[in-house]
């Protein structure tokens, strides 16, 4: 540290805006306001720490009588110390350097005291310096006092206070070393006392233990930085023009009193300008080089922050790699801030095209690293990433390989980061601003619709098998991209109204899901699954503007949307998306604008679609918008629409008795199957009066056995829905002809039913496509049971429709479930039918089976069978149980140890049986689900339901005796587990139960068989004898209070090789440093105060701690690592 300097003869200022006494007797003209003083101005006034920012009224324009009144106003008082001003009064802080610097002027020595001790008070330190000795103070000396004061606890933490009248004080303090430097650069900032006393001692205070002063001395080292680089950047504007003035005087030969006082002008600006350079360098050296790397994240930012500012506004010192590098390595800072931080003043720096050249060598270097961060773990930092690289490819920095992994991102969760890569891909793709701006494109001069649909299409191309990947793209760059909004266009292009424009056919689709997709989105929906499900509101702006984008929809298409649907009828891959616009439409303008003959013409062309299709998505769309055009069109287009859906609900009962004639008559079968999709989809909507061809459905079924599977799915489906419906619509004020009826249908499906259930398990097809049938019986038997379970019944009218199957039927029903749950979902079939696998995999099966147990048609039986299956078939089957047993605790909370222990008996019983030599058997299954089903009783759990626990290890324990030693194996692998949930205390009880069961029984005949027992029996003595050792100990030895002892440090990684000098260490050495500090100061103090900055040191280390980055390293992403 620096010796103090001596203290300056009292410097002779000049009053700013007016003249010396003297100079008017001089014969000195009055000056005018210099430019530099007007500049200075403005930051002054701007940075205010008040919340009205800037005080008018102290303008030395002013009337002297107002400027007075005017600080009185804003809270001015004499006596007034400069930190309440910074604590209390933000307003005035201009006024109070003024005075300060009188006061400087008069005595430089007390004034510089004075400065010192705000800069003490402001750490919250109380501390006096003597003015008879302040000479002879030692820096280092002063600083250890201070942090002796922290050890004790003597200090407040006004920075990081949480009280409402310091909420500005940060603010202020900047605030007030901004204005002192400004108002002093005419004078104290160049006497080589105050500052360099100023800044030693804010060197010194920024490398000690306490937080809060490390948080204070960082902020006014880099504010001093900052405004020195305003008094810098204004000087040198001044150098120039001296130079400009020097070099007109030169040209003119003219060797007098002029080029001699600009010479010197110039020597002295630009000595001002080294000096305070050279301040600079001091601050970064001492402050910023040690703090960028502190333990605390706050202050890593807030030096981040200042280095890329201080970089943007004084490239001539430090856009250099000398100072560039300190953004580059914390790009890897473990703190999701101070990445974010770097991230956005490299974006500053790539915004100014005259500081690419000089970047050139940094970017090759860091710029993987920043293409890495565009999928970082915190999404905050992977957009401001996105936009750092956006910039990159403005000027052309990165190569299309590069950009290669960063398309993958389109289809990311986060919705954050997907429209930040769409903006990147509009950008760089579609609008082609990039190239663009080195192609000699005019300003303002944007390129047709046309051509951006045109490279829209080309990139959705890449995804022509799987529309929702493309719904993917189209909503992640839907908000830059006019030209999705272009309804116009998109019609003129699908009906190739432009000869100059050819679509292929897959662009042809992909244009109609484009438009679909862009539709829904304008007005209001939402096109891809929200990643947490909620519910999306709007503001009313936000309902206007989706509804004036309804009109402008519904006007374009108007007189075009009939010609699309003549030209596309026939292409299945487009007609769906199509018939869905018509639902988006505001039909009441088909009224207002008489487009009635269009409204019909559409309707009819619709309804055409139903019967030129059999495809389930076409099917249910012309459906849904046939019905929304019943209901929600003007009156008379509403007539119309009923009308229609009327005959079309004729229509197809006519055309589904053809069908079931010729199939009798040994006809094709397609004509009935088609049909009878068809009608499912019908009866998915509304009632249909089918109770004509019910009969003739139920004949089918019975006498004509070899039909194809699928067409007996869609008969059983449709039988189905009429019963249901049929229920629905009984009168429940004389039910009895109806239940009759329903009753007779109900015994018919019933029958058919129980017919299948009984061949399916004796005849099993193969594959997944092969078992459609057995997939459509469980779920509609299941499905059934349900509907007509007794206790909905039993206290009504109705209580002749109660149902309870026999326990018969359920055997069957699991016997034929257990068959379809061993055939993998992932099973690819060449030929196979994909369109209704959403209702025919294991995962409906087993949800089907569980309502069973949940509605209560079943439990003793069928609940303990499910609960077995909880780790065999997947993720998705253990997620359907884990549920199940969530929902079951609700309604059986009792028999849950009973369920349990049933479970574990099926699952063990299960795998003996698969196994030929019972030692060898290691029974995987039945281990597992011992650890998944003990895990639900983990946590505070553990006590809540331990009688649970204790009745499943008894009943285990019973069993296992129950057959000994065959059955011995059950304790290792079902009841230990368990055993590991409960107490010490119940752990001897239940060690006494056991070997009282095996006093009389010598283990020693057959070791082999008695092993899972000697297992068991040692688990638990080891257990208790660990208990009795811990006991012992906590008798004999003393309580430590405090925190533990802390682990041995692990150096940390470093991002590049060759690091010597203290400024390139790692950002994690130099937190284990600062740790240390920390920990060795807080070993003396107070117990109550070790506690506060532990807390506080576990907040600011948490993102170190290894669950921490565990989860990290599991999800996926990058994150920052420690340098």
């Known amino acids: 540290m620096e010796h103090a300097a001596v203290v300056p003869e009292a410097p002779v200022r000049r009053k700013r805006g007016r003249p010396p006494k003297n100079a008017s007797k001089a014969g000195v003209s009055k000056p005018s306001v210099s430019t530099v003083e007007k500049v200075d101005r403005s930051p002054t006034n701007e940075e205010q720490g008040s919340g009205d920012g ?127 430097v400004i108002e002093c650069q005419n004078g104290p900032l160049f006497d080589k006392f105050l500052f360099e006393k100023c800044m030693d001692y804010a060197i010194a205070l920024s490398c000690t233990p306490p937080r809060v002063y490390r948080h204070v001395a960082s902020l006014v080292g880099l504010q001093l930085v900052t405004s020195l680089i305003n008094v810098a950047k204004m000087l040198s504007g001044q150098r120039e023009t001296t130079q400009r003035q020097l070099n007109t005087e030169k040209k003119k030969n003219n060797d007098g009193p002029r080029l001699e006082s600009l010479n010197k002008r110039l020597s002295q600006t630009h000595e001002k300008i080294t000096t305070m350079e050279e301040m600079m360098r001091k601050l970064f050296k001492g402050l910023f080089m040690h703090r960028y790397r502190d333990v605390d994240p706050e202050i ?251 009109r402008k929809i519904t006007t374009a298409m108007m007189k075009k949307y009939p010609q699309l649907l003549h030209k596309y009828i026939a292409d299945k891959a487009k007609i769906s998306s199509l018939v869905e616009i018509m639902g988006l439409l505001k039909l009441e303008l088909f009224s207002l604008q008489r487009q009635d003959q269009n409204f019909k013409a559409i309707l009819e062309l619709i309804v055409d679609a139903f019967f030129k299709h059999g495809e389930k998505d076409t099917l249910r769309s012309c459906i849904r ?75 089918i079924l019975k006498l004509l056995r070899d039909i194809d599977n699928e067409v007996k799915c869609f008969l059983l489906l449709n039988m189905y829905l009429h019963v249901a419906w049929s229920l629905t619509f009984i009168d429940v004020e004389s039910p009895e002809s109806s239940i009759n009826e329903l009753l007779s249908k109900r015994a018919t499906l019933f029958e058919q039913l129980e017919c299948f259930i009984n061949e399916l398990p004796n005849a099993p097809q193969e594959g997944r496509i092969g078992n459609l049938l057995s997939y459509r019986v469980c779920v509609i038997l299941a499905d059934l049971w349900c509907l007509f379970e007794n206790s909905r019944f039993s206290s009504t009218k109705l209580h002749r429709l109660g149902y309870h199957p026999d326990i018969s039927s359920v055997e069957k029903f699991w016997k034929l479930s257990q068959q379809l749950l061993s055939i993998s979902d992932e099973t690819e079939e060449e030929d196979s039918n994909e369109e209704y696998i959403e209702d025919t995999n294991r995962d409906v099966v087993m949800i089907a089976a569980a309502k069973l147990v949940i509605h209560r048609v079943t439990k003793d039986y069928l609940a303990a069978e499910i609960i077995s299956h909880f780790v065999m078939h997947g993720a998705s089957i253990t997620n359907i149980i884990k549920n199940f047993i969530t929902s079951l605790r609700k309604t059986a909370k009792d028999e849950m140890p009973s369920i349990f222990f049933e479970a574990l008996k099926k699952t063990y019983q299960r795998q003996a049986l698969g196994n030929e030599s019972l030692a060898s058997n290691t029974y995987s299954d039945c281990k ?83 092993r899972p ?111």
């Open 625 to 699: 918008v046939i019905t929304f055009c019943s209901t929600d069109s003007p009156a008379d287009l509403q007539d119309y629409a009923q009308n229609k859906l009327k005959d079309l609900e004729n229509d197809l009962i006519i055309k589904l008795k053809a069908a079931i004639k010729e199939v009798e008559m040994g006809g094709d079968e397609y004509s009935l199957l088609v049909n009878l999709k068809r009608l499912n989809e019908f009866q998915l909507t509304k009632f249909v009066p089918v109770d004509s061809l019910y009969g003739d459905m139920s004949s």
């Open 54 to 180: 800037s005080y008018d009224a102290f303008d030395d324009h002013a009337p002297k009588a107002k400027r007075k009144a005017a600080i009185r106003a804003a809270g001015w008082k004499e006596d007034q110390s400069l930190i309440d001003v910074i604590k209390h009064n933000g307003r005035v802080i201009n006024h109070a350097v003024k005075k300060w610097i009188e006061r400087y002027e008069l005595d430089p020595k007390p004034a510089t005291i004075e400065i010192l001790m705000l800069l003490f008070e402001a750490c919250g330190a109380k501390y006096k310096l003597e003015v008879a000795s302040f000479e002879e103070t030692n820096v280092d000396d002063v600083v250890v006092s201070l942090v002796e004061l922290a050890k004790k606890g003597e200090i407040e933490d006004n920075f990081n206070s949480k009280q409402k009248e310091l909420k500005n004080f940060k603010e202020n303090l900047a605030s007030f070393w901004d204005n002192l």
């Open 928 to 1010: 597992d689900l011992s650890s998944r089903l003990s895990a639900t009783f983990g946590g505070a759990a553990r006590n809540k339901h331990k009688w649970e626990i204790l009745k499943i290890i008894k009943d285990g324990i019973s069993y296992a005796f129950s057959d000994a030693p065959k059955h011995l194996s059950f304790l290792e692998v079902a009841v230990l587990p368990f055993v590991t949930k409960l107490p010490i205390s119940d752990l001897l009880e239940i060690l006494k139960d056991v070997q009282k069961r095996s006093d009389k029984v010598n283990i020693n005949e057959d070791p082999s068989g008695w």
């Open 300 to 550: 890593r930012m807030s030096c981040i922050s200042s280095l890329g500012n201080w970089i943007l506004l004084y490239p001539s010192l430090f856009l250099q790699d000398l100072y560039l590098k300190y953004l580059g390595w914390t790009l890897n800072d473990k703190s999701p801030g101070v990445r974010k931080a770097s991230i956005i003043a490299l974006q500053n720096l790539y915004e100014v095209d005259d500081n690419v050249p000089s970047l050139g060598l940094f970017t090759e270097r860091f710029c993987s690293r920043m293409i890495e961060l565009a999928d970082d773990i915190d999404i905050a930092v992977a957009v401001s990433a996105i936009g750092l690289l956006k910039q990159l490819l403005r000027h052309q920095l990165l190569t299309d390989d590069e950009l290669g992994p960063l398309y993958d991102l389109l289809i990311d969760e986060p919705p954050l980061i997907r429209r930040a890569i769409g903006e990147l891909v509009y950008d760089h793709l579609i609008a082609q601003k990039i190239k663009s701006s080195h192609s000699g494109r005019k300003d303002g001069e944007e390129e047709s619709s046309e051509v951006h649909l045109g490279r829209m299409l080309q990139i959705l191309r890449e995804f022509p098998d799987d529309p929702m990947l493309s719904t993917y793209v189209i909503d992640d760059v839907w908000d830059n991209m006019k030209a999705m909004k272009d309804w116009k266009c998109i019609i003129s292009m699908l009906l190739d109204e432009n000869p100059h424009i050819e679509l292929t056919d897959v662009d042809a689709t992909n244009l109609v899901r484009l438009l679909y997709a862009s539709a829904r989105k304008a007005v209001g929906d939402k096109i891809v699954p929200a990643a947490d499900g909620r519910k999306q509101y709007y503001t009313k702006v936000q309902k206007e503007t989706f509804e004036n984008n309804r």
């Open 1013 to 1123: 027992y000697s297992v068991f029996v040692e688990y638990l003595q080891e257990k208790c004898a660990k208990n009795d050792l811990q006991d012992e100990k906590e008798g004999n030895l003393p309580k430590r209070r405090g925190r533990p002892r802390k682990a041995m440090n692990v150096e940390g990684k470093r991002l590049f090789d060759g690091h010597e000098s203290s400024e390139e260490d790692s950002i994690s050495g130099s937190e284990q440093d600062d740790q240390d500090e920390e920990e060795d100061e807080e070993a003396q103090q107070p117990l109550i105060h070790t506690f506060r900055a532990s807390a506080s040191k576990l907040r600011s280390m948490r993102v170190a701690q290894p669950d921490s980055s565990a989860r990290q390293a599991g999800s996926g992403r990058t994150t920052g690592t420690d340098h």
